[in-house]
């Protein structure tokens, strides 16, 4: 009887804390949504200890066979010679399987790359527009900050869009700019900025609507902050996402067609 009384108070406090912050029951059933599109990308050499080399974050797009990442997630070379190849880890926990892909197509521009995925088909994640971001937002991303030391665990993090700018940011003197900041400056685009905090391995994650999964921007740990953040003297935790405008594109430029 005792148990029981537990039990029911436990499923009031639940319920009570559902209807006090529904954003928060929403979220949480959309990850649950979510997570089973959000990959692992990195590459396996079955001679090396551990064989799997988790280097970013992906998510499956279009029929389920495509995974979107970050350009710079994808290694420069592979060792063919050892029979090294790019791979995507599926799944949660130590059970994770691996699939070979395939890089079908690279956006250096805009840090973007779409991977094909072997022998294997993910639920796809809807890709949305820019045109309906606005600051002030709530959105959240998935992926995988620290890696896979103890396993593949997926990670989220949620944060309001802060502005709509620039990739790029004024410097006091030529002497601040580099090669890669220049052929930014020739090719400027408006990137999102996130009062959330992202680590390295959260690179290729999808930003998404909290209610409906729906992918907005691609987050962005490296690449972006090079430009936003190089000339400042203590670099901040915010974070940057590559808007899905040229997701879009990447998908029509390599001829995959979006369901």
Partial sequence: ????????????????????????????????????????????????????????????????????????????????????????????????????????????????????????????????????????????????????????YPVTHRGIVSAITPIVIPVKSTNQLDAAMIRRLRNPYDIIQLDATAYPGNSGSPLYDVETGTVVGVINKVFVKESKEKVLEKPSGITYAIPVTYVHQLLKDAGVKIN
């Fill in 1 to 152: 009887m005792f148990q029981n009384k537990r039990l029911f108070a436990s499923l009031l406090i639940l319920v009570f804390v559902c209807l006090s912050n529904p954003v928060a029951a929403e979220l949480a059933d959309t990850i649950e949504k979510v997570k089973p599109s959000v990959v692992g990308v990195g590459t396996l050499l079955k001679i090396r200890r551990p064989p799997a080399k988790l280097l970013g974050t992906g998510f499956a797009v279009a029929n389920g066979r495509y995974v979107v990442t970050n350009a710079h997630v994808i290694p420069a070379e592979l060792d063919y010679e050892k029979n090294e190849v790019l791979a995507v880890f599926i799944g949660t926990g130590k059970e994770a399987i691996v699939r070979p892909a395939e890089l079908l197509k690279s956006d250096p521009v805009h840090d973007l790359a779409l991977l094909k995925v072997e022998d294997f088909r993910l639920p796809d994640m809807k890709l949305g527009k820019m045109d309906t971001v606005r600051e002030g937002q709530l959105y959240a991303f998935t992926g995988f900050p620290i890696g896979a030391v103890i396993g593949l």
